[in-house]
């Protein structure tokens, strides 16, 4: 473990690691202290811009501001990507308001992926009090009576890419006079458009650019992200455009003392290793607890921290989490100290706009203390002077891992991060592998404009628009003449010597999040009131007639899923048991784009074709885990045709690495679920966006075999990157399974909380013993 000298952050982090038994801390890793390097003004920052700045603190720009400005004000398109509170703001602010205020006909185009980060930024422009540039928020919560002014006079709009897609592009020609002067377009917090979220905004960007290149108009695009890996290429990928990356951060940083902390096992006889009640978390539902629940940890850290008067944010995966964690923790704190519990919040999306800045107000000024939130702090909100973040749970990404610790220490002083590892193979390896952290780059953002299923929706709203002519076609890239002639035959678009036309009165309907299908409405069916919505991918296994749905602390069981009417109905119920469904997977290999033969193991990359079917659900007993009973159920069948990655052995291999007959199905099986949880190491992804297959024997590879395909129609580029990282991806799956001290199988290793089979048949030996004859064999 990396020694540490005496700071308050380490004598904190002393005293938290001694109130238990055991040390929960697997390693410290100090993050030395940064000194800033500044800048002189660049020449044609006007006076008026630099005394409204300097109003604001800005007294000077840091090195790496001041170069990405002059980038973009040069007319070259620019991403500056540098950790938390290194001021990218200014960096596209800054050459996007001097051409306003040198051009009173130019205007700016800002996007966000958030409405929160949108209206962050405008009160940040806002504030400067610039004369003429008029900013504003145009999105879905903007009044119509606004929209026509903000149309016709603002010179600054701030929106989203949902905004763009669904309002301002279809509306091109009521926004044709903005168009037409529009000069920069600015994308902030670009490493969160990834996978199919990030290839459809790829596509509104490319709309985008067409629509102002039919107004004259070649706007300079300004990237802003969190570090990550070869951020120019992703750039370059998502706007279609040659990208100049600047990575050096040169501003100033406290240091941070950063702690992995694994919760501790659970004793055998443990009433709090009985099996939960399902958490959309990321926390394992149905499996055994093997060690305490992530959720408890934090909390009671939070707790710790508060009563020693240290300003806290602690990052929870869910909504659900996030309450959970407030509400543990201030029901620790009352019963120390009547009273305090009140100095603790929850923060999350859901909550009114006034309520989400009186708690930033609170925390800022320091009538809170501590704050359990959902990801909706990483981004964009402008949080200064806390002392410690507490992450339960690795976020998915190195990315956004950093984001969030890099709330700590903003105004420069020392600060504590904190990961609370969860139950899972992945959060297990990183605790244990803290190189895989600190001493690794940032991942690539993944995304795959080629994906035709996200190609062709997006060429028919750009046909929609306007026709398609043939060097559309070139700016929409690879794919796209295949795409159309797919919309020709099905009668979409209709071809004409001037270009391919969009054959019906209404506009395509598009979903650029992907979520598989329109939402499901919940609604409770004695007072007909809407609970809420689930995505419709996800509608079969948690809405299922007899499904035990939770809904803001209230539990409800489901009477009737209505699939064609998108509703499910439900009656207020509190079971002693929860439910769990089970499904049958069948897959089939449509092509090969590329393989690697290794003697008797060879790694594929292709399509496949998964079909899908929730069959029953079990339900069982909250407090023991006991199976009650086994319902069936006939829900209709699903196909997915995705992209796949993988890997098939010879029998003989098998047996010289002495994995028996019998044992394979459980050896691939075990292999399949740790290789799932461990992808997103190497891709930007999290474990519910793949799915996986694992059989003794497939039709078509006519060998042992174990598939990791994604989750959404045409692949989202992850199986990609699994292919490409096959070697360390594999190695580090086989590792977190080694070091695992359980003995045959746990959720640390190889169960899996997704698991149609129940987690039946797992063989962890066997699993290494596989995955040990696939690494002897492939290459490097």
Request: glycine share 10%.
């Amino acid at each position: 473990m990396q020694d540490v000298t005496s700071s308050p952050p380490v004598d904190l982090l002393r005293r938290l690691r001694a109130r238990g038994a055991g040390d929960p801390v697997t390693h410290v890793e100090r993050v030395a202290a940064r000194v800033g390097v500044p800048a002189a003004w660049p020449d044609w920052a006007q006076p008026e811009l630099r005394a409204a700045f300097a109003r604001r603190g800005v007294v000077a720009p840091w090195q790496h501001q001041a170069e990405a400005a002059t980038l973009a004000y040069g007319g070259g398109h620019v991403i500056v990507a540098t950790g938390t509170a290194s001021g990218k703001s200014l960096a596209y602010q800054l050459p996007a308001l001097a051409t306003l205020l040198a051009d009173p006909r130019a205007t700016v185009l800002y996007l966000a992926p958030t409405k929160a980060l949108a209206a962050d930024q405008l009160r940040a422009v806002a504030g400067l009090e610039l004369e003429g540039v008029r900013p504003a928020c145009y999105d879905g919560d903007t009044p119509r009576a606004e929209r026509e002014w903000i149309r016709r006079h603002s010179r600054f709009v701030l929106t989203n890419p949902d905004m763009l897609h669904h309002g301002i592009l279809p509306g091109h020609a009521q926004w044709s006079g903005f168009l037409r002067r529009l000069a920069y377009v600015v994308i902030d917090e670009c490493h969160t458009y990834r996978g199919v979220f990030g290839s459809h905004v790829a596509h509104v960007l490319r709309r985008l650019r067409r629509q102002c290149a039919r107004f004259g108009a070649n706007p300079v695009f300004v990237l802003a992200s969190a570090t990550s890996g070869d951020p120019a290429t992703a750039a370059g990928r998502l706007t279609g455009l040659p990208v100049t990356a600047v990575t050096e951060d040169t501003s100033p940083r406290g240091g941070v003392t950063f702690a992995l902390w694994e919760p501790p096992l659970l004793p055998p006889d443990s009433g709090t290793a009985a099996p939960v009640p399902p958490q959309p978390t990321g926390d394992h539902d149905d499996l055994r607890q093997v060690r305490r629940s992530a959720l408890r940890e934090t909390a009671d850290l939070l707790a710790d921290t508060v009563a020693e008067g240290v300003r806290t944010l602690a990052f929870v995966r869910s909504r659900k989490g996030a309450e959970v964690v407030a509400a543990n923790a201030r029901r620790a704190l009352d019963d120390a100290v009547p009273g305090l519990g009140d100095r603790v919040a929850a923060y999350r999306g859901g909550y009114l706009r006034e309520e989400r800045r009186e708690l930033e107000r609170a925390l800022l000024h320091g009538d809170l203390l501590g704050l359990a939130s959902t990801n909706a702090l990483e981004l964009g909100v402008d949080l200064v002077g806390l002392d410690a973040v507490l992450i339960c749970g690795y976020p998915g990404t190195r990315a956004s891992l950093w984001q969030q610790a890099g709330r700590a220490g903003r105004s420069g002083q020392e600060a504590l991060a904190v990961l609370v590892a969860r139950d899972d193979p992945l959060d297990t390896y990183l605790v244990h592998h803290p190189e895989a952290i600190f001493g690794a780059p940032v991942e690539a953002t993944v995304l795959d404009p080629a994906n035709p299923y996200v190609l062709a929706p997006q060429l028919a709203c750009a046909a929609a628009e306007a026709p398609l002519t043939p060097a559309d076609l070139v700016l929409f890239g690879d794919g796209a003449k295949e795409a159309v002639d797919q919309l020709v035959e099905a009668g979409a678009l209709r071809q004409r010597p001037t270009g391919w036309y969009w054959r019906h009165r209404e506009r395509p309907e598009v979903d650029l999040r992907g979520e598989g299908g329109a939402p499901v409405c919940v609604v409770e069916s004695s007072t007909g009131r809407l609970l809420g919505t689930v995505d419709g991918s996800s509608s079969h296994f948690l809405l299922h007639p007899g499904a035990v749905y939770l809904h803001q602390g209230v539990s409800y069981v489901v009477d009737e899923l209505d699939l064609a009417d998108g509703c499910a109905l439900v009656h207020v119920e509190e079971p002693d048991w929860s439910t769990h469904a089970r499904d049958v997977t069948d897959l089939s290999v449509v092509s090969v784009r590329s393989y690697v033969d290794a003697g008797p193991v060879g790694m594929f990359l292709g399509e496949v074709d998964v079909t899908s079917q929730v069959v029953s659900y079990q339900r069982r007993r909250i407090a023991t885990g006991e199976v009650i009973d086994t319902r069936p159920l006939d829900l209709p069948t699903r196909e997915l045709r995705t992209v796949a990655v993988w890997f098939t052995l010879s029998d003989r291999s098998l047996a010289s690495a002495g994995v028996q007959t019998a044992d394979v199905p459980g050896a691939l099986h075990a292999a399949e679920h740790a290789a799932i949880g461990l992808l997103p190491l190497m891709a930007t992804c999290d474990r519910w966006d793949i799915g996986g297959l694992s059989t003794a024997l497939h039709p078509d590879t006519e060998a042992p075999t174990v598939f990791v395909y994604d989750g959404h129609p045409g692949g989202a580029g992850f199986a990609e990157r699994a292919y490409g990282t096959a070697s360390a991806w594999l190695r580090a799956t086989r590792d977190a399974i080694a070091e695992c001290g359980c003995e045959t199988g746990c959720p640390s290793c190889v169960q899996s909380p997704k698991c149609g089979n129940g987690n039946n048949p797992l063989s962890k030996p066997d699993a290494i013993r596989v995955l040990d004859v696939v690494l002897g064999n492939l290459p490097a």
